[in-house]
């Protein structure tokens, strides 16, 4: 079992690694990620391979008691925040949610997500859980961003299984897909902090293409902002 900081350091590093600059800069991510480690430790956990880490997952539980139908548009910022506030409020969860589910990329393509999200369903059970739900960012959807996200998690391959790689490994574990949000994420930013972290110039005001975002970025010169709001 490894100690608290290093368990968060080797998650840090993970995340970092594989995400987009600009993802790392949620500020509901960046006001909540710590109090994982300090008040949901035994909610986060990695697999091991001949001592290399070869996967990360990040939960957190929380109490719903409505139909998932009816889970907020905001989604992932909406559930980090609804998990820290019902402990602080002592509220009972009855959910685990995955915040995050990350492979090393040696060892992407080999069943170790499958691995992770199995492990997530028997810690939620060990908790008396019935449900886990998880905010799916599909994984080719940054190769189709004028697609809408809509009409994208609607594609199936001729075996009748999602197009998208990441949907179908939550499908064939039993899951199901309740719906998108549409403003899972809000990602804020001056033109100079989103020239920094996509290594682009931004002239004038308009819709821009951003490697890594799952669609249209909407760019004001004037105002010197830039917003993302992603599903995720």
């Not at 368990?7 to 840090?12: D, E, G, L, R, S």
């Not at 409505?66 to 548009?73: G, N």
């Not at 574990?173 to 972290?197: L, V």
């Not at 975002?213 to 004001?220: Q, S």
Request: overall charge negative; glycine content about 6%.
């Amino acid at each position: 079992m490894r100690n608290m900081p290093e368990q968060a350091k080797i998650h840090n590093t993970i995340t970092s690694e594989l995400w987009p600059e600009f993802m790392l800069h949620d500020p509901v991510s960046n006001r909540n990620w710590g109090k994982l480690f300090d008040i949901f430790s035994e909610f986060q956990f990695s697999l091991e391979s001949n001592g290399e880490i070869i996967g990360i997952a990040n939960c957190i539980p929380y109490f719903w008691d409505k139909p998932f139908e009816e889970l907020p548009e905001r989604g992932w910022d909406w559930v980090f925040e609804k998990g820290v506030t019902d402990n602080l409020q002592g509220t009972k969860p009855n959910i685990l949610n995955g915040l995050q589910i990350a492979v090393n990329r040696d060892y992407q393509g080999r069943g170790v997500s499958s691995m992770i999200l199995r492990e997530m369903i028997s810690i939620a059970q060990s908790y008396g859980y019935k449900y886990v739900t998880v905010p799916v960012r599909p994984s080719l959807k940054s190769k189709y961003p004028l697609i809408s996200i809509d009409n994208y998690i609607k594609w199936k391959r001729e075996d009748g299984l999602p197009y998208d790689p990441w949907l179908r490994v939550h499908i064939r574990i039993g899951g199901r897909i309740i719906k998108p949000c549409h403003e899972a994420m809000y990602i804020s930013g001056t033109i100079e902090d989103w020239e920094e972290w996509t290594d682009l110039k931004f002239y004038e005001t308009d819709e821009y293409i951003i490697p890594g975002a799952l669609e249209p970025v909407r760019i004001d010169v004037n105002k010197n902002i830039m917003v993302k709001k992603m599903y995720f």
